[in-house]
């Protein structure tokens, strides 16, 4: 059975730095596409990051240069390193799976509960 | 940078009736696109992906169609558990990125 768990959120101030991280089990997270998706409170759905199973990373224009994303391939764990946190980066974060092959990869499949952030002085 | 737009922003619908949702991209995306349904305190489940296959343990009421810049998602026969916020989703090729609509939320008339 697929299970992804969050964990990392919490309260942090502007311009501070959080590592979220993303426990997979029931699957190997290095054989497939991984990503972190974000809801703020009351909002939509915003696509973060995403890696790819051969290593290439790619990130939202909002993140880039202040977020990276990796894996730690004996932990079967993904992760999110978030700097110069912004309040506008306050949300629920989500990991992800974009499993099986061809388009089905374009695709959230397997989502964790979500872990919150919260960025305010 | 390929936008997607869905309405009505709300539907108000009553048990047994049929659900209509629409999801319109502002350039080609072809038939990549996901239907998401989202109830509140859980992560989004998907529903619905390359614009028309139901993902695994989908019921039946649920279908998409549609190709190029033009989708929706139907529910035949709304069932209590399937009021909801729903949300299309997309990818581009190049940069690799993926975008969400803002959603239409299906409440109960």
């Known amino acids: 059975e697929v299970q992804l768990v969050e964990t990392g959120g919490g309260l942090i101030q502007p311009g501070g730095s959080l590592r979220l991280s993303c426990a997979a089990s029931g699957f190997t997270v290095s054989s497939n596409y991984m990503s972190w998706v974000r809801q703020a409170p009351g909002k939509g759905l915003e696509w973060v990051s995403v890696i790819y199973s051969g290593g290439s990373t790619y990130y939202a224009d909002s993140v880039k240069g202040r977020f990276t994303i990796s894996r730690d391939n004996s932990k079967n764990t993904l992760y999110l390193q978030m700097n110069s946190l912004r309040a506008e980066d306050t949300a629920v974060y989500y990991c992800a799976t974009q499993m099986g092959g061809g388009s089905y990869r374009y695709y959230f499949d397997y989502w964790g509960q979500g872990t919150l952030v919260t960025v305010s002085s | 940078e390929i936008v997607l737009t869905q309405s009505p922003a709300t539907l108000s619908l009553s048990p047994g009736e049929r659900a209509t949702l629409s999801c319109r991209a502002s350039?080609?995306?072809?038939?990549?696109l996901a239907w998401y349904q989202q109830k509140p305190g859980q992560a989004p489940r998907l529903l619905i992906y390359?614009?028309?296959n139901r993902a695994t343990g989908i019921p039946a009421r649920f279908s998409g169609s549609g190709s190029g810049t033009d989708f929706t998602l139907t529910i035949s026969s709304l069932e209590p558990e399937d009021f909801a916020v729903y949300y299309c989703?997309?990818?581009?090729?190049?940069?690799?990125?993926?975008?969400f609509g803002p959603g239409t939320k299906v409440d109960i008339k």
């Open positions: 390359d614009a028309s």
């Open positions: 989703q997309q990818r581009s090729n190049w940069p690799p990125s993926f975008t």
């Open positions: 350039q080609s995306v072809s038939s990549y």
